[in-house]
């Protein structure tokens, strides 16, 4: 049985902060694939992507180049409607029958995770790995209420980079992507105002 960490975003785009959770799981030998799967239609944010899926999409590419264990997943394009994480694992376990699948948040999704779509059923197919980025206190506490509540959720490595998707967006800076994400985001001229 195979241990499956699922890795989805928005990826709008993809910064370093990503960058470094990708990193932290492609190098935890508890996993051995990791799905890098950028969201379709985002449930919990206003869909006004300023950049086309196919740049999304290539960035997420760009950065599996990367890792021996990332492979790009585009599962959510394969349906009609938003992008909901049960949606997505009940469509992955059939894809991987009998695979241990692990999705992953950051500290800010792990404040509202248990009010996802469906969480209590989500609970009950996978397990969760919890980032750090910066939360504080409020981040243990959230881990301590979610495990009290049932929740398999295991915490990941120290604190990541903080990064803001949408501040990077009206003024993109160099030092917060990934040299290869750089590369392509200049070439390209994306998020130029």
């Known amino acids: ?51 086309d899926d196919s740049d999304r999409i290539r960035m997420c ?8 264990k990332a492979e790009l997943c585009l599962i ?12 997505t694992v009940k469509a992955l376990k059939k894809l991987y029958p009998g695979d241990e699948l692990f999705v992953t948040c950051g500290g800010d999704m792990i404040k509202t ?13 996978v397990s969760f790995i919890a980032v750090n980025r910066g939360d504080g206190k409020s981040f243990l506490s959230d881990i301590k209420r979610l495990k009290a509540s049932g929740t398999n959720i295991i915490v990941l490595g120290d ?3 903080e990064v803001s998707s949408t ?3 009206n003024n993109i800076k160099r030092e917060y992507l990934p040299e290869k994400v750089w590369e392509y985001v200049n070439k390209r001229g994306i998020y130029k105002q």
Request: glycine letters at 4%; proline letters at 4%; a negative charge.
């Open 159 to 161: 604190k990541i980079t």
């Open 61 to 68: 590419q760009i950065v599996c180049e990367d890792f021996a």
């Open 76 to 87: 959510e394009f394969e349906r009609e409607g938003k992008s909901y994480t049960i949606d």
């Open 113 to 125: 995770l248990d009010s996802w779509y469906r969480f209590d059923v989500l609970k009950d197919l």
């Open 1 to 51: 049985m195979a241990k499956i960490a699922v890795f989805g975003g928005t990826f709008n785009p993809f910064h370093i902060g990503h960058y470094e959770i990708l990193s932290l799981l492609c190098n935890n030998d508890m996993f051995d694939k990791v799905l890098l799967v950028p969201d379709k239609i985002p449930p919990h944010k206003e869909y006004s992507l300023c950049v």
């Open 167 to 169: 501040e990077l967006r």
